[in-house]
């Protein structure tokens, strides 16, 4: 049942980490701090409107039906079977467009889960995954390892997306991430293209046998075989290349003691997983300090590993 | 310190699955009744000698630089760092050969495990299974997915063989396997043939997804998910096609309800997790009936998924 004309919602969808070692398309985490905030008003006017769009540098589209907050919407009210209700969003962007943090997934999120506010929640949380889904596809391609974590909270397996398969993995008691954005464009298209048609067999082993491990560790807390088994040989490599001193910024994170390091999504942002918040303040100074050196600027995150999803403000 | 001269031990060494899932030579399992029996006898003459093989239908080699049990027991003594021991080995078949249950892993690790025993254990356990892929080299690949439960028991994780990283993973309560082996010879070296050198890389995402989904149902105990993730889009479907009603037996495993079914390493050998013993019976037989169809003889064998590896008889 939609809540009544003039009720307004707010909803914040946090920023995601995604290629999380060899979780290529499939592991997806959620970060605190930064994203994305969706207003939405029930009008009388009947469809769907998004009025404005803030903090985006003017850059993203602001019809409804090209913003990924927009189809997200627009899918909610179609898979909750719902039609004729007026709608308005208004966007605040807190997060970099293009940066390897989900932004757009954090703009769908946010949206999904405002909509479904204000239609009296007719579908789950889980339900809202497909709707973002469908934003994220229009976009970059059907992927739910960003929209699942900024949804649920937490470090995220996305099985499948056809049908959708998700599962919670728990997080490393006390695990901080850092994760340090230069100053770079990276579009998504561009760091799709440089992905391989085909991997070596041998490849596809070594993924799967670091993924099972990293899982393993998760589950039994092994932070010696969290730490070795994020690795990747197959994306992160290409990706890294993409990136102004992005492969000097991973070694220093390692070498300031994080646990692993890698490039978040399509990047440039780059992530570090560490052992405490602490750790990964000064992680990210080191990462800072290897951009610098390439004349790269960059801002830095830290967050605990274990954060929640979207939520109403 | 090795044990006095005219000293004798026996070890056993059981049966393994491996290629379970998307688990291509990282996962394999330990399972239960058949494997290879190991005697070994200090003596005066120093060296090792492999004196009997037993219930090999005489093909396997006899010298015990050939033969997996004789290399890995050579392997064991460098390793210990022990020179001028006189040893004699006899080893009893119980696993056919070729047949996908790890029957050379079976023979290295019992003569490992039982040479390990007569110097007085220099090494553990997790040690020899170093001794054991250097037999596993020399016959069929530097593999240890079949050598690593043999040894250690149960669900184990290969997650390296250079340097070693091997994780033991829960088994799911109660989880039985059913395993069928029909009277086909498939060498080893045939079915790697059949591999591809590249994979896709949506396949490789799949199975990265899977194993990880795996996984964490083993940790969580998820039946449904553990169903669902003992997937393979790579390797399985390849090898099903070199087994005389193999896809045949698979289908009939799932109708008879097991949770998954999939070829045991490479093959002739199908394996089907199963709720119970009770239905890994029932199970079997239905492998059983659908072989027959296609006019092929089989053996079945029936299994707890938990089972102990290596031991002193």
Known sequence: MPLPIGTTVRAFAPASLSNLGSGFDVLGLAIDGAGDTVTARRVAAPGLRLVAVRGDGGVLPTDAASNTAGIAAGATLELAGVNGVGIELELDKGLPIGSGLGSSAASAVAAAY???????????????????LRAEAAISGRHADNVAPSLLGGLVLVRRVDPLDVIRIPVLEGLAVGVVTPDLVIHTKMAREVLPDRVPLTSMVANTADIAAFVAACFTGDRALFARSIDDCVVAPRRVELIEGGADAIEAALDAGALGSSVSGAGPSIFAFCGSMRQAGEVTAAMRAAFREHGVDSTARVSPADCPGVRQL
Request: proline content about 5%; some cysteine; glycine content about 6%.
């Open 114 to 132: 405002a909509v479904n506010l204000l239609l009296g929640k007719p579908l789950r949380k889980r339900q809202l995954v497909e709707s973002c």
